[in-house]
């Protein structure tokens, strides 16, 4: 039985297509197609044209159709949690989210990848990207109106990325850049699997590109092997996208990093094969991952997706009305079965929120300590966190305006270089900045705090604990900076 695949990548500077037409002997390309977007790609108009134009090239009806945008419109965090199913993930990852993202996080649409953690450790660190409605819903809603209703919305560059990992060994380390003429994506694959995603602009200056694009995948790596205190090794790196131009970018960047840079280009790597009848010339650069999107949906590699609410119900009852039939049948006769193991489910699960409103309880009691009796620990901190945002709205408007940024400078600047101090934890609110850290005696705790008030905007530095670690060697110690 054969289907037919549409990917459609998404670009500020442009819309890319490939039809997929799969079947049990091979996968092969039927029509592809590239639209340039005007300069003025914010214009809706613009992006509606650029959809007519491919839906006059490649008719999108009776296709499963994967989307992909670019990769600056979302926000990426690495983040731990304690716990290792899904289900509890996506329950706290809009609180984990919230005090990371610029933007009021019930305006956000939010998924995750799982890393999988090495051992039998009770943690799950997870890649969390979030994307605000405003800037998803045009792109539905422009589809819509040519009746295309995606399977799947996901990250530009993701797709690449991810069917490159599928199909590499699990010993083999390796980047995939995906470069853009407006914005460019850096993907880190380790062991088989998603483990980093950098965006970033791209570069403007032509002839300083490939300078600038190196430096910045070595910064990336440098903080990637810190935060995982590794040193990550990569195979080589593999590029595509429109800002390659068929130059030679590739080899002026491998000179820059000292490894192998190859370019993508699935069709080949993947022994895709193009339909003789389709006649357009095909740019691997710039069709990679329109083609990487249609793979994706077709081997059922799982990654990101932004839309999965709109597509779950309807649409798939029509397109596999037989198969729900034979399903139905069978699912009466193991109702039983079914119906013990959904008082099971329950049991455990019922278990297990337990254990997450023990947590939520002691972050509330760390974040407010000041409170007594706790009667719904959620619904109360969610009271107290509305009322410190209203706080901070109603702040006096004269009063200065102190970014995090300058706050930070401003410990740093002023804390002697002579002075050994490990900073492990910084709260920074509207009137406050707490800071707990390691030194070596407890003078230098003294000497921190007398330098901290030479601060001029620090009205008055406190320090509210100080005590040895088990060791002896070192001095905990907690300041608290009035603003």
């Not at 992006?47 to 979302?74: E, R, Y």
């Not at 799982?302 to 798939?316: D, T, V, Y």
């Not at 309880?361 to 009322?387: G, L, S, W």
Request: aromatic share 6%.
């Amino acid at each position: 039985m054969s289907r037919k695949v549409l990917g459609i990548d998404i670009r500020r500077e442009s819309v890319s297509a490939v039809l997929v037409k799969t079947s049990l002997r091979e996968n092969r390309i039927d029509a592809h197609a590239h639209i340039p977007l005007p300069e003025a790609a914010e214009d809706d108009n613009n992006f509606k044209t650029a959809l007519n134009t491919l839906c006059n090239a490649i008719d999108p009806s009776g296709c499963d159709c994967v989307v992909s945008i670019s990769a600056d419109h979302f926000s990426y965090r690495i983040l731990q949690v304690p716990f290792k199913d899904s289900k509890k993930i996506r329950m706290v990852l809009p609180f984990e989210l919230e005090p990371t993202v610029p933007y009021p996080i019930d305006d956000l649409v939010i998924d995750f990848i799982d890393l999988q953690s090495a051992g039998q450790s009770d943690h799950c660190e997870i890649i969390a990207v979030a994307v605000p409605r405003t800037e998803l819903s045009p792109y539905i809603e422009s589809l819509a109106e040519f009746k295309i209703d995606p399977e799947m919305v996901t990250v530009g560059g993701l797709p690449s990325a991810m069917c490159l990992a599928s199909q590499a060994d699990p010993a083999e380390d390796r980047l995939v850049l995906e470069i853009g003429n407006a914005s460019s994506s850096l993907f880190i694959v380790s062991e088989g699997r998603l483990q980093l995603i950098r965006s970033f602009p791209t570069p403007v200056v032509a002839d300083k590109r490939a300078a600038m694009l190196g430096a910045f995948v070595q910064r990336t790596l440098a903080a990637y092997d810190e935060l995982c205190q590794t040193e990550f090794q990569p195979l080589d790196m593999v590029v595509t996208g429109s800002g390659l131009n068929g130059a030679s970018l590739d080899s002026d960047v491998s000179k820059v990093l000292d490894i192998p840079v190859n370019r993508l280009n699935f069709a080949d790597r993947l022994s895709v094969q193009i339909d003789r009848e389709n006649t357009k010339p095909w740019d691997p650069a710039l069709m990679d991952n329109a083609l990487a999107l249609a793979l994706m949906a077709i081997e059922g590699i799982r990654g990101l997706n932004f839309h999965k609410g709109q597509f779950a119900a309807k649409k798939i009852f029509v397109k596999h009305k037989k198969n729900w039939i034979k399903t139905g049948i069978l699912a009466a006769a193991v109702l039983a079965l079914l119906f013990f193991s959904v008082i099971m489910e329950s049991y455990t699960l019922n278990r297990r929120l337990d254990q997450i409103d023990q947590r939520i309880t002691a972050v509330y009691k760390a974040t407010f300590p000041e409170v007594k009796r706790i009667v719904d620990p959620h619904r109360e901190m969610q009271v107290n966190v509305q009322e410190a945002k209203k706080s901070a709205v109603n702040q006096s408007p004269a009063g200065p305006h102190i970014r995090s940024i300058d706050i930070l400078n401003s410990i740093s600047q002023n804390i002697p270089a002579n002075i050994e101090v490990d900073v492990t934890r910084m709260v920074i609110s509207p009137g406050t900045v707490l800071i707990s850290g390691n030194t070596d005696d407890f003078k230098s705790v003294d000497d921190i705090k007398g330098n901290l008030e030479q601060v001029e905007y620090f009205k008055k530095v406190t320090i509210s604990s100080t005590n040895l670690d088990r060791s002896g060697k070192e001095v905990r110690f907690v300041l608290k900076v009035e603003l």
